[in-house]
């Protein structure tokens, strides 16, 4: 099993530039997650969604949008990158209830 | 505001020692707690999950305690080792109506263990 994927794992961007993270898991679960994770900061919780077709806000939710139209993806697009941006950002997904699982995480520099 | 509070952000201790790791929460009711460990470059890893009407939750050398009343919960590892050195966070989930709500993190603490 392969669990939660991230694509990509590294990404340069200049700012202005739009780009979209793609998590899958294969793992059959109900929920999935974005955070970001920067020194000092923690994992902040950006968007989340509790199943196919819903999204729902988070934390740090300014910047980004979601979409989860199939069950197993959940996508984080930037429409218009700015340098505070610059993350490392992890997908994870779960059954309600239980653990979360991560994925590898993507670095995104944005200058 | 909700928060979510991991009293230090490193702990260092001898290999052998037992570690205590503090997480203490405000404005939140939250169904179950969480600990999670990240190592350096990587995803975080579940560890060990207690519900609110859980007291206590063991797992090999880990121990995890939960007080609604205190809004705290205690993470313990017991005869640490050089490779329990990571950052550990705790993670908190709400009880929508029965739904599960959003999962927040705290901060981490990380821990040196050595030898």
């Known amino acids: 099993n392969a669990g939660v994927t991230q694509t990509p794992k590294f990404r340069v961007l200049k700012t202005g530039q739009s780009m979209t993270l793609l998590c899958a898991q294969d793992?059959?679960?109900?929920?999935m997650y974005w955070y970001r994770q920067d020194p000092g900061m923690g994992l902040r919780l950006i968007h989340y969604?509790?199943?196919?077709?819903?999204?729902a806000k988070g934390e740090v939710p300014d910047g980004y949008n979601v979409s989860r139209l199939k069950k197993q993806n959940f996508l984080l697009g930037l429409e218009s990158a700015a340098p505070s941006q610059t993350s490392v950002y992890f997908c994870?997904?779960?059954?309600?209830?239980?653990?979360?699982?991560f994925g590898q995480g993507t670095r995104l520099t944005v200058v | 505001s909700q928060k979510i509070e991991q009293n230090s952000e490193a702990l260092n201790i001898q290999e052998g020692k037992t570690a205590t790791l503090t997480c203490n929460y405000t404005?939140?009711?939250?169904?179950?707690l969480q600990w999670y460990r990240q190592d350096p470059g990587r995803g975080p890893v579940f560890l060990l999950l207690?519900?609110?009407?859980?007291k206590e939750k063991r797992k090999e050398r880990l121990k995890v305690t939960f007080d609604t009343t205190l809004k705290q919960s205690l993470f313990h590892i017991t005869a640490s080792q050089p490779a329990d050195s990571a950052t550990y966070l705790c993670?908190?989930?709400?009880?929508?109506?029965?739904?599960?709500?959003?999962?927040?993190f705290g901060k981490g603490t990380k821990l040196s263990v050595k030898p």
């Open positions: 994870a997904s779960s059954t309600p209830w239980v653990s979360a699982f």
């Open positions: 793992m059959n679960h109900e929920y």
């Open positions: 969604s509790v199943g196919e077709g819903t999204t």
């Open positions: 404005n939140y009711s939250p169904a179950y």
């Open positions: 207690i519900r609110e009407n859980e």
């Open positions: 993670a908190l989930a709400r009880n929508y109506g029965g739904s599960q709500g959003n999962l927040i």
